[in-house]
């Protein structure tokens, strides 16, 4: 077990984050419009992915169009957000914290993908979801909602 305070554990991952991506984001324009212009954002498929989770999952069955469309978005932000976390030397394990807000696209992706894949009965991935945010930062889960 990896945790923050493991001398011997790998260091934090801290991503660099997207300042024009966050930006446009904060600014309220459509994430949509923003994963096109950077697609290597994982914070703007996490807006998407969350945008069409949200309400998908408040009747009795969930909306398997939505949320279909949640996991596919979620999934390319999540892959988007392996990338960078590879590039700046996470070796697929090791701290990611949710305190260091850049990192926070990739673990809502991460979490998106595990409401997605919990939906629609994938529960072998909402587990390694859950098991990689905690690997990453316990307090992502619960920051998440998924506790």
């Not at 070796?91 to 926070?104: A, D, L, Y």
């Not at 990689?132 to 992502?140: E, F, Q, V």
């Amino acid at each position: 077990m990896t945790s923050f305070g493991d001398l011997l554990g790998p260091p934090p991952t801290l991503l660099p984050g997207d300042d024009e991506a966050e930006s446009d984001l904060l600014n309220g324009k459509n994430p949509a419009a923003v994963a096109a212009a950077y697609p290597s954002a994982s914070i703007a498929w996490a807006y998407l992915a969350e945008a069409a989770l949200d309400g998908a999952l408040d009747g009795d069955e969930p909306d398997l169009e939505r949320v279909v469309a949640a996991y596919a978005y979620a999934r390319t932000g999540y892959h988007r957000g392996l990338d960078q976390l590879r590039r700046h030397g996470w070796k697929g394990f090791g701290p990611v914290p949710w305190s260091h807000e850049e990192n926070r696209g990739f673990l809502r992706c991460v979490g998106a993908l595990a409401r997605a894949a919990q939906a629609v009965g994938e529960e072998n991935e909402y587990l390694r979801c859950l098991d990689l945010l905690n690997d990453s930062d316990p307090r992502a889960i619960t920051e998440l909602g998924l506790d």
